[in-house]
C-alpha cells in the first residue's frame, strides 16, 4: 500500500534565546514570517510560543497570540498549533484561557493545542558536575487537568494533539480515545530527549521512538510525528520509513552541524529527504484531511 504524504510540522521558537542562532523569530511579525517561509517550503503544521517581540521572554498575552495567528493566516493556510500557558500556569483555566479567546474570532482562532498526557520530573542533568539541576521542579497534569483541558478546547472546535512522552502516555491516550476526549483520527506527537532532559522521557534515538510506537493499539488511526530536541533527521527519517510524519526547528536545536540554518532552510532538507525516501510532502489542505481538522 502507499504510504500517506508526509506531514511536516515547524516548531519555530519554543523558549530559545538567540544565542546560539540568531533566526529565532521573537515578534508575530517574525513568527508570521518565518511560519511562511516554512509553509512555502513544505511545512503544514506550525508550533509557536508569544514571545515579547524586544527580549524573547515568555508571553501569555492573548493579544500576542491572537496578532501571531493573524499574521499567518493573512499569508497562508498553515495548522496553527500555539502552545498553552505552559507548565507555570496553575490552573486549568489559566493554560487555556487564551486558546478560548482566540477561538471566538475566525480569524484568530487556533488549529489544535498540545496536551502533555503525563505527570513528570523537569530536573536537568549535567553531566560535569554529575548533578541534577532544579532538583524538585514536576510538571504536573493531573488526569483531571488533561480532561479539562480536552473537553474546553473540544468545546470551542480546537482540537486536542496527544503528546506522547512515554508508554503511559500511549495508554492515557487510548483511554482518552475511549472517552470521546480524543477523536480519530488522532494527531500525536512524539516528542523524545537527549541525555540532558532524560527525566522527561524516551531518548531521542529511533529506538527510543520505537518503543513508544510498539506500544500503539494496532487497529488504531493515530497519525503520529516525531521530533528530537537535538538532531532530529534520524528520528525523522525512521518515520518517513515507518509512515509516520515528523516536526523540526530552531525551538528544538540550533543545528550548529548545518551551519546555523533558519527554520526555513530546516524544512527544506527535511522535505527534500521525505522525497528521496519516496515519502510525497502534504500540503497544508492534505495535511488538515488526514489529521481531521476543518
Ligand atoms: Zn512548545
Known sequence: MAQPKFIIAVR?????TRDLNPHVPFSPEEIAQVTFECWRQGASVVHFH???????????????YGEIIRLIKERCDIITFPTLGAHKAPSVGDRVAHILALAKDPATKPDCIPVDMLTTNMAVYDSSSKKFEAEESVYTNT??????????VNKVGVKPVSE??????VRCTEAFVDMGLFQQPVYC???LFE??????????????MQALLDFFPRSADWQWSAHSHANTFAIAAAAIEAGGHAAIGLGDYHYPELGIP????????????ARWMGREVAGAAEAREMLGMS
Not at 514571545?51 to 500576542?64: L, Q
Not at 506522547?164 to 502516555?169: D, G, K, L, P, Y
Not at 526555513?264 to 527535511?270: A, D, K, N, P, Y
Open 189 to 191: 506527537e512524539l516528542p
Open 164 to 169: 506522547i512522552w512515554n508508554v503511559a502516555s
Open 195 to 208: 541525555d540532558r532532559i532524560r527525566t522527561h522521557g524516551h531518548p531521542g534515538t529511533i529506538r527510543g
Open 262 to 273: 533558519t527554520n526555513g532552510e530546516l524544512v527544506t532538507h527535511l522535505a527534500s529527504m
Open 143 to 152: 488526569i483531571g487537568t488533561l480532561r479539562h483541558i480536552c473537553e474546553a
Open 12 to 16: 519555530v521558537n519554543e523558549f530559545k
Open 50 to 64: 508569544a514571545r515579547e517581540a524586544r527580549t524573547g521572554a515568555p508571553s501569555n498575552d492573548t493579544a500576542i
